[in-house]
């Protein structure tokens, strides 16, 4: 029998640069079109939204959520704030993501979800179980029992192991997985065919120049262009763009759990790229790639890494917007000035770009095609995401 769960969704913090109040304004609009979804679908017992932000409130409660607005600019933990919901309320079976995951979730993608509560047996579910942003567990209870993590990408692993309710996968589907965590990830959802009304309307707001997003879509399928990825790719996401893509791919995975190992904190991450723009320059490392490919894909933050530099948020923000002149720390100012001059698009982000992002963007340009994989270019073998 199907307990049904009830969905929360956790959005709010500051947001002090103007990328960061992009992102914030389209995870915003991504929040209400999920809560529209939920309730439409008839899956869920209920839809909560936990948030600081009285505006994103009003508009949530409008859309028929329940709603707990937290003290505005107050500190935040995610785990103790999970635990106070889960007591308070009493609830029983929970659906728990961020405000940014599944703005491409189909009804489908809503129902790999409620399918995990089939049975009353306990269990956790995550969407990627090393750095989660959806996690299904039952009985929410199990929560109460565990040191909580501060952060909600722990949440599947703490629970498994705190409380040892066994760990399931969801169904990896391109709604379950492309997130919206940087400037890079909203340019994607500019030019895919299925990004929500509500969405495209915060998009129109920033008049973004998604061109170059548009060039390197059309490159993963043409059969005459070489496409380059980098940064933290899993095979399985290899093996899905090498049987649907119709470009030739040029990959060079590094890095793989970085954060998760700790390795970015301790200054252990090297990279063979890293390497190569020491011995090149920016510059000459651009006009090499230019000389392979059609279009690439960096993933900059191993890169930022393996070069020691600690950046701020609106720094890197502004690297994914393409706006070097925007960027106060000099290494990232001069990379993103070599991409942005490129003959060919440089696309620069984070995990997200290299792995949704790139998935995202070949789906759009199958169903351009009209040429989508049995099933929709949301098959695909289980363990797309890894690690970060």
């Not at 308070?88 to 079976?93: H, P, Y």
């Not at 959806?134 to 952060?151: E, G, K, N, Q, T």
């Not at 895919?192 to 915060?202: E, F, L």
């Not at 393409?322 to 982000?349: F, K, Y």
Request: glycine fraction near 10%; charge should be neutral; charged fraction near 25%.
């Amino acid at each position: 029998m199907r307990t049904e769960p009830v969905l929360v969704i956790f959005e709010g913090g500051p947001a002090p640069s103007f990328p960061e109040q992009m992102l914030r304004d389209v995870r915003e609009a991504i929040v209400i079109e999920l809560i529209e979804k939920a309730r439409g679908s008839g899956l869920f017992q209920s839809v909560i939204v936990c948030t600081d932000r009285p505006g994103l409130a009003r508009a949530a409660a409008c859309a028929g959520a329940e709603v707990e607005l937290d003290e505005e600019g107050g500190p935040f933990h995610f785990g103790r704030r999970l635990q106070r919901l889960i007591r308070d309320r009493r609830l029983d079976a929970v659906c728990c993501m961020g405000g940014a995951a599944a703005p491409l979730a189909t009804r489908d993608d809503l129902e790999v979800i409620a399918q995990a509560f089939e049975s009353r047996q306990p269990f956790v579910a995550a969407n990627n179980i090393h750095s989660a942003d959806i996690v299904a567990f039952a009985p929410a209870r199990a929560v109460l029992a565990i040191d909580p993590p501060a952060i909600d990408n722990a949440l599947p692993l703490a629970l498994h192991r705190q409380c040892g309710l066994p760990l399931v996968r969801l169904a990896r589907t391109l709604g379950l997985q492309f997130d919206v965590d940087s400037p890079s990830d909203i340019m994607v959802l500019a030019v895919h065919p299925g990004t929500g009304p509500r969405v495209r309307d915060a998009l129109r707001k920033f008049d973004l120049d998604a061109s170059r997003y548009e060039a390197a879509k059309r490159a993963l399928a043409n059969p005459g262009a070489d496409v380059f990825l980098y940064g933290r790719i899993g095979a399985p996401l290899f093996s899905y763009l090498d049987e649907y893509s119709r470009c030739r791919i040029r990959l060079v995975s590094e890095e793989r759990g970085m954060k998760a190992l700790g390795r970015d904190e301790r200054g252990e991450v090297r990279s063979v790229l890293g390497y190569a723009l020491e011995a090149l320059g920016m510059r000459g490392f651009v006009q090499c790639l230019e000389s392979l490919c059609r279009a690439a894909f960096l993933d900059t933050r191993v890169l930022l890494a393996h070069a020691r530099r600690q950046v701020p948020t609106a720094d890197r923000f502004y690297s994914d917007l393409g706006l070097p002149e925007r960027v106060g720390d000099p290494w990232l100012r001069e990379l993103t000035a070599a991409a942005a001059g490129a003959a060919v698009p440089v696309l620069l982000g984070g995990h997200g770009l290299v792995t949704g992002g790139v998935w995202a963007l070949l789906d759009a340009a199958l169903r351009e095609a009209k040429d989508r994989p049995p099933g929709g270019a949301a098959a695909v073998t289980p363990s797309v995401s890894g690690r970060r």
